[in-house]
C-alpha cells in the first residue's frame, strides 16, 4: 500500500515539457562573388610593348621588375621603354624570376654585369625643314598657355640686366676706381660684376658670388679650349690676374651698387662707428628724420651685407615699437572720445586681469 499511494503521489507532479525537434540553419551570405582580377601576364615572351603597355598583373612580386621595366603600387609590372619581353633569371638573384624589356629583338637579357645597357635615345634627324621646323615648335597646351607669362618674365629680365649693365658703365666711367682697361678688359670687367650683382640678388655672399663668377669664365674656356690651342692658358692667367685687380678695387654691397673695396680690418672699424651711431636710436620714438638716418646707416654702402643689415633693421626700424618704450603708450581717460591723434589700441592687462583701451602715437608704426 505505502508503494503505490507513493508513486501515484510522484505522477501526479511531473508536468508535461515539450522541445523542438527541428535545427534552425543559418542564412547563406556568400551568395555575390566578385568577379576576378585578370591576374597574370599580359604579354609574353618576344612580345612588342610600347612604354606603359602592362607587361604583368599580380599580387605580390611572384615576378620582379627587370630592364627597362617598372613596378605600381599593386606589383603592375609594365614596360618603360619600347621593344620585347624577355622572363629571365638574374645570377646574382637566382630565385627570383624577373622580365624585363629589350630594345633589340635580337638582344637577351640580362645584360652581362660589366656589360653597357643598350640606351633608346628616340631621337631622328628629320630632313625636311618645313617638318623639322614644325616638330621644333610643338609644344604642348600647358606650355602654349605659359608662352605669354614667359615672354613678360625675360623681358623684364633682360631689362633689368640692361640696367645693371648700365649703372656699372656709368660708375665705371667716373674714373673713381682707376681702371686702365682696354675695350675688351673692360666688357670681361662689366659680365663679371652684372653676374656678381645678380648671384647676389638671389642670396649669395659677395666672396661666393666672386668665386662662382671666375669660376664660370674659366669653365666657359675650358669648354673652347680645343678651339683656342695655345692661347688657353694665356687667356686663364689673364683672367684671374683681371679678376684679382678688379676685386681688390671694387665691391658690391647688399643694394647692388658698386663700392670702393674695404679690407676686413677697415669693415670691421666702419660697422663698429654705425653700430655705436645706431645704438643712439634705440628704444625711442622716432620721427620721420631719425628713420631715415637710420636707413641710410644701414645701408652704407660696402659695410653690412643683406642679412646683418635685415637684423639692424629689425632692431632699430621695427614695425610697430614695444609698449615698454617710453612714450609710446598714452593712456585714454575716455575710450569712447579719444584722442584723433592717437591710434586706440585695447590690450589685456596681465596683473589686473581686464582689458584696458590706450592710445598710441603715429610715430609707434613705420
Partial sequence: MFGRSCVGNVSQQITAIRTATKRVSGSKTNKNDSAGRRLGPKA????????????????GTKIHPGENTGIGTDHTIYAKEPGYVR?????????????????????????????????????????????????????????????????????????HREAIIANIKSDLG???????????????????????????????????????????HLYKLKLQKATLGESYDEQVAAYRE???????????????????????????????????ELSKYA????????????????????????????RLTTTYLPDVLPYDVEGSVVPIEDPENPPKDLVVQQVYDE????????????????
Fill in 44 to 59: 609574353y615572351e618576344g612580345h612588342f610593348v610600347k612604354p606603359g603597355e602592362i607587361i604583368m598583373r599580380q599580387r
Fill in 87 to 159: 622572363f629571365y633569371y638574374d645570377p646574382f638573384h637566382p630565385l627570383r624570376k624577373y622580365v624585363g624589356v629589350a630594345l633589340k629583338k635580337e638582344l637577351s637579357l640580362p645584360t652581362p654585369h660589366f656589360q653597357p645597357r643598350v640606351r633608346r635615345f628616340g631621337y631622328e634627324q628629320l630632313q625636311d625643314p618645313a617638318e623639322a621646323a614644325q616638330e621644333e615648335a610643338h609644344m604642348s597646351k600647358k606650355e602654349f598657355d605659359a608662352q605669354p607669362f614667359l615672354q613678360q618674365l625675360k623681358k623684364q629680365k633682360e631689362q
Fill in 174 to 216: 667716373s674714373g673713381q676706381y682707376g681702371f686702365q682697361f682696354n675695350d675688351a678688359q673692360l666688357e670681361l670687367v662689366e659680365s663679371r660684376l652684372v653676374e656678381i650683382i645678380l648671384l647676389m640678388e638671389v642670396g649669395t655672399p659677395l666672396e661666393d658670388a666672386k668665386i662662382q663668377a671666375t669660376f664660370n
Fill in 242 to 276: 683681371l679678376a684679382t685687380e678688379v676685386d681688390s678695387k671694387v665691391d658690391v654691397d647688399a643694394q647692388g651698387r658698386l663700392c670702393p673695396h674695404l679690407s676686413p680690418e677697415a669693415k670691421q672699424t666702419k660697422q663698429d662707428e654705425i653700430r655705436t
Fill in 283 to 310: 628704444r625711442k620714438l622716432l620721427t620721420k628724420e631719425d628713420r631715415e638716418t637710420i636707413e641710410k646707416l644701414i645701408t652704407s654702402a660696402g659695410v653690412f651685407d643683406r642679412t646683418q643689415q635685415q
Fill in 351 to 366: 596683473k589686473n586681469r581686464v582689458v584696458k583701451t590706450i592710445g598710441r602715437p603715429k610715430d609707434v608704426f613705420a
